[in-house]
């Protein structure tokens, strides 16, 4: 019945969703251009593609490159305007992703901007660190921005051909919109895809000649401990039993984590909140009481990176459990050494494209 009252809604939206797009296509709402290399990641639904893991992909292949920066609006962070991320920041001042990437990547610029062109500008004239390309992360809406390479993630467990327009599904907008990807992403594929699956999922995407499609996986690590010096856990406590657990979750869509931490460790129970969920007083009480119920079975509380960046704001949970808190990294990985031929466009399209960075600082410093 609900689904049905949110109809009128989801075709208001997608009236002018449509609208915005058509005048962007048609040139009458400008999408600016620069002159270095700019490649967005992003999605057409709302939360939980994966799209971190996919731009610390990019920042591990190009950084070996080039000077590359990553630049995002920092989602749910208290703050306003351009901001450079630090290994030190909140995630309540730049928001919790933009903080694990600088965090992962310290030597590499992070900042955040709810205006990209603004933000990609103040990169731009920090001459000092001024960056060879750019990465936006989720920015696939973002249409003042024309980057060279657009590159679209799909989850490969909610395809978005039976999805449907907010909100009455997930959908940003309608799924034809893929057509403006250069790179199409399925990803959190099962580690193997057969032949006919391709074929009917290329079907499916109605792939253009100029775009390209891959597939990944997620691979997850041993925990990490979310306080105090870097350290890792096995699954096994003596060889034998499982490690009893307790989940921890603020994510868009936590059944991958789910099922792996089901997979190789003894879960006794879990607390699962909205995606970017603030943790507050009355989390850590619950938190706490959760954890004593089960004290005498020693368990750790496992959370996921994202989270461990705000749980680190919070100064009052308490020591014994700051001291069982452990993060699952993750890490993206292309299926059938698909990887190769992806690196290999991204890389050539930055390099081929850089030269135009020392044309830009020239004619900048000209302006000047």
Not at 98 to 117: G, M, S, Y
Not at 164 to 174: H, Q
Not at 223 to 231: C, D, K, L, T
Not at 285 to 293: C, D, V
Request: charged share 30%; aromatic share 10%.
């Amino acid at each position: 019945m609900l689904k049905v009252l949110l109809y009128p809604f989801s075709w208001i939206y997608g009236v002018v969703v449509y609208i915005r797009n058509t005048l962007y296509d048609s040139k009458i709402f400008k999408s600016t251009e620069f002159e270095i290399p700019i490649i967005s990641i992003g999605n057409i639904t709302v939360g939980g593609t994966g799209k971190t893991p996919h731009t610390e992909y990019l920042v591990q292949l190009l950084k070996k490159h080039v000077n590359v920066a990553t630049l995002s609006r920092g989602y749910k962070r208290k703050t306003k305007g351009f901001r450079l991320v630090e290994t030190t920041s909140k995630a309540y001042e730049v928001g919790d992703e933009p903080l694990q990437i600088k965090q992962k990547f310290p030597e590499v610029t992070v900042a955040v901007d709810e205006k990209r062109v603004r933000g990609i500008n103040h990169l731009l004239k920090d001459e000092a660190n001024s960056p060879d390309a750019i990465l936006l992360d989720d920015a696939f809406q973002h249409r003042q921005v024309s980057p060279g390479i657009n590159i679209l993630l799909i989850d490969y467990n909610r395809p978005i051909d039976k999805d449907e327009l907010l909100p009455v599904g997930r959908l940003r907008e309608r799924k034809y919109q893929r057509r403006r990807a250069n790179i199409i992403i399925y990803t959190k594929c099962p580690d193997e895809i057969t032949p006919i699956t391709r074929r009917i999922i290329m079907k499916d995407v109605n792939l253009r000649p100029y775009q390209s499609l891959y597939f990944t996986t997620m691979e997850y690590g041993n925990p990490i401990a979310v306080f105090g010096e870097r350290q890792e856990l096995s699954e096994e406590m003596d060889g034998k039993k499982k490690r009893p657990v307790i989940l921890l979750a603020g994510i868009a869509n936590p059944a991958l984590l789910q099922t792996y931490v089901a997979s190789h460790y003894a879960v006794i129970d879990e607390l699962i909140f909205k995606d970017h969920h603030h943790f507050g007083a009355k989390d850590f009480k619950e938190i706490e009481e959760r954890y004593l119920k089960y004290q005498s079975q020693n368990p750790m509380i496992i959370t996921t990176e994202k989270d461990a960046m705000r749980l680190r704001d919070e100064a009052s949970i308490p020591d014994f459990i700051q001291s069982q808190l452990y993060y699952i990294p993750v890490v993206i990985k292309f299926l059938d050494h698909e990887g190769k031929s992806f690196n290999k466009t991204i890389v050539g399209y930055v390099k081929d494209n850089r030269s135009n960075r020392e044309l830009y600082r020239r004619t900048y410093s000209r302006q000047r």
